[in-house]
């Protein structure tokens, strides 16, 4: 028989901040790969990648969030260091470095594997998240270390197409079993799986966490891109740069002030961990690759327009967001009326300054992307009832 760990309200650890230091270098290496990019390879290879640091990320930040106080430092700080590896191997990842980004993810995940058993010989069972203990979506990593590119590129999509369906199809009764059919091939006792759950407020605030960081590479983005401009006489710099910011800031307010764990509009209580999870990786993913193109959105002043691949790259990123927004507003109550009006700017102003705004100023195009962006928000503030 199984027991169940209680969780009380925490907040991060020294630990656990020191940890998300490394969040802050893979996010800037990642967004470089959509920066300045016109290959939709690029887009693909990126995404990968993404969710490959994300995955890496994710398995010690449940570590933290279950093991609280009692995590050990030596695997964190060990974890960390094959992160960093990861982040530095993103410049040259069509070339050998893709060897070093795989090894890296490989060890981090055969860490990660290691870390629920304790000094004792017990095992917690992570029944919220099971990708943190089956490692059958490494095996194509491993396998990739023989295989050229572009086929390593597809092998390591099919590993974190396995963690996906595992994360969905394993049960925590399965979870179980196979944990407990692990420890009865071993010599002497055998101790009792612990059953262990995510704290969902303590996990909102890490997932929020990593979510500022990426908000972060935006403002850097941003920042580096004016400082690059050699010319600041001209009106236009200036309102680029605070329509960059104002976007920026509307994003944060939909993901963080008005929602959830990053995901916006969400309610703590309305998703579980195993829909959670998926959804904040896709929310951040698209938000870095957002922060790469705003850079290129300010540095595309001096022509007067924004490049195609960047023009659909915020008004694709700024659609999902959208679209993301209004289902995680349903799920958390807000309702059918409220989705509908978040979610048709959050979709017309994109499609339509994709398809004919190639002649709009830098700063005019990002201004429009902020309504659409922010439509949930005016709607949210119009319904609330005036205090004297």
């Given at each position: 028989?199984?027991?169940?760990?209680?969780?009380?309200?925490?907040?991060?650890?020294?630990?656990?901040?020191?940890?998300?230091?490394?969040?802050?270098?893979?996010?800037?290496?990642?967004?470089?790969?959509?920066?300045?990019?016109?290959?939709?390879?690029?887009?693909?290879?990126?995404?990968?990648?993404?969710?490959?640091f994300?995955?890496?990320?994710?398995?010690?930040?449940?570590?933290?969030?279950?093991?609280?106080?009692?995590?050990?430092?030596m695997?964190?700080?060990?974890?960390?260091?094959?992160?960093?590896?990861?982040?530095?191997?993103?410049?040259?990842?069509?070339?050998?470095?893709?060897?070093v980004?795989?090894?890296?993810?490989?060890?981090?995940?055969?860490?990660?594997?290691?870390?629920?058993?304790?000094?004792?010989?017990?095992?917690?069972?992570?029944v919220?998240?099971?990708?943190?203990?089956?490692?059958?979506?490494?095996?194509?990593?491993?396998?990739?270390?023989?295989?050229?590119?572009?086929?390593?590129?597809?092998?390591?999509?099919?590993?974190?197409?396995?963690?996906?369906?595992?994360?969905?199809?394993?049960?925590?009764?399965?979870?179980?079993?196979?944990?407990?059919?692990?420890?009865?091939?071993?010599?002497?006792?055998?101790?009792?799986?612990?059953?262990?759950?995510?704290?969902?407020v303590?996990?909102?605030?890490r997932?929020?966490?990593?979510?500022?960081?990426?908000?972060?590479?935006?403002?850097?983005?941003?920042?580096?891109?004016?400082?690059?401009?050699?010319?600041?006489n001209?009106?236009?710099?200036?309102?680029?740069?605070?329509?960059?910011?104002?976007?920026l800031?509307?994003?944060?307010?939909?993901?963080?002030?008005?929602g959830?764990?990053?995901?916006?509009?969400?309610?703590?209580?309305?998703?579980?961990?195993?829909?959670?999870?998926?959804?904040?990786?896709?929310?951040?993913?698209?938000?870095?690759?957002?922060?790469?193109?705003?850079?290129?959105?300010?540095?595309?002043?001096?022509?007067?327009?924004?490049?195609?691949?960047?023009?659909?790259?915020?008004?694709?990123?700024?659609?999902?967001?959208?679209?993301?927004?209004?289902?995680?507003?349903?799920?958390?109550?807000?309702?059918?009326?409220?989705?509908?009006?978040?979610?048709?700017?959050?979709l017309?102003?994109?499609?339509?300054?994709?398809?004919?705004?190639?002649?709009?100023?830098?700063?005019?195009?990002?201004?429009?992307?902020?309504?659409?962006?922010?439509?949930?928000?005016?709607?949210?503030?119009?319904?609330?009832?005036?205090?004297a």
């Amino acid at each position: 028989m199984t027991t169940i760990e209680k969780s009380e309200e925490r907040h991060a650890s020294w630990l656990e901040l020191f940890f998300d230091l490394v969040a802050v270098a893979g996010v800037a290496q990642l967004a470089h790969l959509v920066h300045g990019s016109t290959s939709w390879g690029d887009v693909g290879l990126y995404v990968v990648c993404f969710l490959a640091f994300w995955t890496a990320w994710m398995c010690f930040t449940v570590y933290g969030n279950v093991a609280k106080g009692a995590a050990r430092t030596m695997p964190v700080l060990l974890a960390m260091a094959g992160l960093a590896f990861m982040a530095a191997s993103v410049e040259g990842i069509h070339g050998e470095h893709a060897k070093v980004f795989a090894i890296a993810y490989i060890a981090v995940r055969a860490l990660a594997d290691r870390v629920w058993e304790s000094r004792r010989g017990g095992v917690r069972v992570i029944v919220d998240w099971p990708v943190a203990q089956l490692g059958f979506g490494v095996v194509p990593w491993v396998v990739s270390l023989w295989v050229d590119s572009p086929w390593r590129y597809g092998l390591w999509a099919l590993g974190l197409a396995l963690d996906l369906v595992i994360t969905f199809a394993v049960s925590g009764d399965r979870l179980v079993a196979n944990i407990t059919a692990k420890l009865a091939h071993r010599d002497g006792p055998r101790p009792r799986p612990t059953l262990a759950r995510l704290d969902t407020v303590h996990f909102g605030e890490r997932l929020g966490l990593f979510t500022i960081i990426v908000l972060g590479e935006g403002v850097l983005n941003v920042t580096d891109a004016m400082a690059a401009t050699p010319e600041w006489n001209h009106s236009s710099v200036f309102l680029t740069v605070i329509a960059a910011l104002a976007l920026l800031a509307t994003l944060w307010g939909t993901s963080l002030n008005q929602g959830f764990g990053g995901i916006p509009y969400l309610a703590a209580d309305a998703l579980g961990p195993r829909l959670l999870l998926p959804l904040h990786c896709l929310v951040a993913g698209l938000l870095a690759a957002f922060a790469g193109a705003l850079g290129d959105a300010v540095e595309s002043v001096s022509e007067g327009h924004l490049e195609t691949s960047t023009r659909w790259l915020l008004c694709g990123s700024i659609a999902a967001f959208a679209i993301i927004g209004s289902l995680a507003g349903l799920a958390a109550g807000r309702g059918a009326r409220w989705a509908v009006v978040t979610a048709i700017p959050g979709l017309v102003i994109p499609l339509a300054l994709g398809l004919a705004g190639q002649t709009l100023a830098p700063a005019v195009f990002l201004w429009l992307l902020v309504v659409a962006a922010g439509a949930g928000l005016l709607r949210r503030r119009s319904a609330e009832p005036a205090t004297a």
